[in-house]
């Protein structure tokens, strides 16, 4: 799994964070995409969430960013995500939206799946990380109070 930077030192044609950024939530909203998160902690416990990539999110980037010039990012990032037939029929939706009501097709069941297990894994990674904050914070709490009751007895309170 890759973080943010290193995606984009990975990506040609990708310049920065922020760019991925944009491109992973345009992804997430056209695409119905879900990247894993992982949430960290710093030393003073405080928790953050960053963005998991796998090499098969960094090809699927660097195909939108060798297509985005011909196609546009909208329809580079649903080509990629979704494949060449799915990003077909969404531009002649698209296209023939204003003459008629045509829904894209919904996704396949293998992207559903796929959906599924990256939500799972996200979910999984978070719950570690609380149990893992859980049992920190514990340790922390009996040595507190361990410290407290030897103090209790040293000085006959």
């Not at 345009?26 to 416990?45: C, D, M, S, V, Y």
């Not at 799972?120 to 609380?130: D, S």
Request: charged letters at 30%; a positive charge.
């Amino acid at each position: 799994m890759f973080n943010n930077s290193e995606v984009v030192e990975k990506i040609h044609g990708l310049n920065n964070v922020s760019t991925l950024e944009r491109w992973r939530r345009i992804a997430e909203k056209e695409a119905g995409i879900l990247f894993p998160k992982k949430t960290l902690q710093n030393k003073r416990g405080f928790s953050y969430t960053r963005y998991q990539y796998t090499p098969d999110d960094i090809a699927k980037f660097q195909l939108v960013a060798n297509e985005k010039s011909t196609l546009g990012l909208s329809k580079a990032i649903m080509k990629a995500f979704l494949g060449e037939q799915v990003a077909q029929s969404h531009r002649s939706t698209t296209s023939s939206a204003s003459t008629s009501s045509i829904l894209p097709s919904p996704p396949s069941f293998e992207e559903r799946i796929n959906v599924l297990e990256k939500k799972f894994c996200q979910y999984k990674e978070e719950t570690n990380a609380v149990l893992t904050r859980i049992i920190k914070e514990n340790l922390e709490l009996k040595e507190m109070i361990s410290e407290q009751m030897k103090r209790k007895s040293l000085f006959g309170r």
